[in-house]
């Protein structure tokens, strides 16, 4: 099964589509990667639903990739004298340590380390940022505030903390429980939310040690501030827009978008754009116009993934959802200005042997239209380098390895096949055109460019480009 576009598509699981059944329409709808957020699922379920994923993967012979999304700490108010209380505007309240609270006048947390972390004239947001309060002084276990904006506040309600750096870690116990079962299960790759420095990254890469990717949700205004570190250490990053638009204004959203989608590429590492990008759909079968252009300006943006949350996992309309998703993909890419666009946006490539070799790839694709480009990785490096430089051809990803390809199916333009090792330059070349010609990439007598390492085999020895022809057999 070819997909007819580049952009691939992420869809979250959840209670409206975690059957085979739903699993198998949503994947023929376009689905590439699939997502099990820990908020919402347990051990037992993340196993019945990996399982069914991998035999639907196998029953259609694609490798299909998995993603558990790691729920990370969450920051929330105790219990309030009466349930709820009513703050007016510019009312002073006082913050308490604490579970609970008997005076009526106090706002119990819960949590020490926000009475160690935030210091004068910080925000503190609660309810996805339905209410705004500002600090004015502290003690330990203390704090008085003032309130910028006025609102219903209840028990548990979620608080953001957008300019304080927490002495937190981006695992709490349940998220190590959580990553030991998905890596016990071969998951492909491990989402890590609440990443304010690259320590975080370090930390989950540490545990990981090679077996999943790691992703970077970047949702919270201090990892912005470390961008460039958190992309060094991650495999790839997320876009995460519904934190971000509450510790942030939203009017900054979009251009944030655009720089971390530019430094991932520039990285050569995938990023997603996720949140509310269809979020109409969760009750209606179509979307809004203004969705439908907010997911083609991620795409002109040169996403490697778009995203969807609650329109897949509990909506009403999950299949038609990723149509739509897909449909506007396939739309924006054949958009004359796409590749125009695509290519403006394009970097020098580094001073290394495989980058060159790259964009020779590139040159040479476009110069004599070759119709598709076969690279062969064992890793995945030499796949994500010719993905970084955008062509217009689109890319066979040929891996030994299927944990490989299952991780490469993130990636833009790749259309990932496992196959046993090759022995030679003249199997590497021969088995390149079967692939193009079976996959429907291109006919007798049509160009394709070939490229891997040479000596065969060996890892980061991305070296050779070959033009091949669609019939000829070497």
């Known amino acids: 099964m070819r997909r007819q576009r580049k952009t691939k598509i992420l869809a979250t699981l959840g209670p409206a589509s ?68 009513m703050l007016k505007d510019q009312e002073q309240v006082r913050l308490v340590l604490g579970e609970s609270s008997d005076n009526p006048l106090e706002i119990p947390i819960p949590h020490p380390e926000i009475f160690q972390a935030i210091k004068q004239k ?77 320590e975080d990254v370090a930390e989950l890469k540490h545990i990981v040690a090679g077996r999943a990717g790691v992703l970077a949700k970047i949702e919270k205004p201090k990892a912005l501030e470390s961008l460039e570190g958190i992309l060094e250490l991650a495999d790839a990053l997320m876009v995460a827009r519904g934190d971000l638009g509450v510790e942030m204004p939203l009017e900054a959203v979009p251009g944030l978008q655009k720089r971390i989608v530019r430094a991932a590429r520039k990285a050569g590492k995938p990023v997603v754009v996720a949140t509310q990008m269809l979020e109409s759909m969760i009750q209606s079968p179509t979307p ?35 149509q739509t998703m897909d449909r506007i993909a396939r739309q ?34 476009g110069t004599i239209q070759a119709r598709a480009i ?23 990803a040929v891996t030994p390895s299927i944990e490989t390809a299952r991780k490469l199916s993130l990636v833009w333009g790749l259309h990932c096949l496992q196959s046993e090792e090759i022995h030679s330059l003249d199997e590497m070349v021969n088995r390149a055109i079967v692939f193009a010609e079976a996959d429907g990439f291109a006919v007798k007598g049509e160009n ?12 980061g020895t991305t070296n050779m480009l070959r033009v091949a022809i669609v019939g000829d057999r070497g």
């Open 332 to 365: 924006v890419e054949q958009d004359p200005t796409y590749q125009a666009v695509i290519d403006a946006q394009r970097l020098p490539p580094d001073a290394t042997t495989a980058d060159a070799i790259m964009a020779a790839v590139h040159e040479v694709t």
């Open 122 to 198: 910080h925000a503190l947001l609660i309810d996805d940022g339905k209410v705004r309060l500002r600090l004015l002084k502290k003690a330990d276990t203390y704090a008085d505030a003032i309130v910028e904006v006025a609102g219903e506040i209840k028990n548990r309600k979620g608080v953001n903390m957008p300019n304080t750096l927490l002495p937190l870690s981006a695992m709490t116990p349940k998220d190590r429980a959580d990553l030991d079962a998905a890596l016990a299960i071969g998951v492909d790759w491990i989402a890590l939310s609440f990443v304010q420095r690259p």
């Open 374 to 396: 076969i690279c062969w990785t064992k890793t995945g490096s030499t796949a994500l380098r010719a993905a970084r430089e955008r062509s217009a051809a689109p890319i066979i």
């Open 288 to 322: 809004t116009r203004a969705e439908v252009s907010d997911v083609a300006t991620a795409i002109y943006d040169s996403a490697d993934a778009v995203m969807l949350s609650a329109e897949s996992a509990s909506g009403a309309w999950p299949v038609e959802a990723v």
């Open 448 to 459: 394709v460019v070939i490229t891997g390492g040479v000596p065969l085999g060996v890892t």
């Open 18 to 85: 975690n059957t085979p059944q739903m699993m198998r329409a949503l994947f023929e709808a376009g689905v590439d990667v699939f997502r099990i957020n820990m908020s919402h699922t347990d051990h037992a379920m993340l196993t019945r639903m990996t399982g069914d994923l991998r035999a639907l993967s196998k029953e259609v012979g694609r490798p299909i990739g998995i993603l558990i999304d790691l729920q990370g700490p969450k920051i929330r108010l105790g219990t309030i004298p009466g349930g709820t209380r």
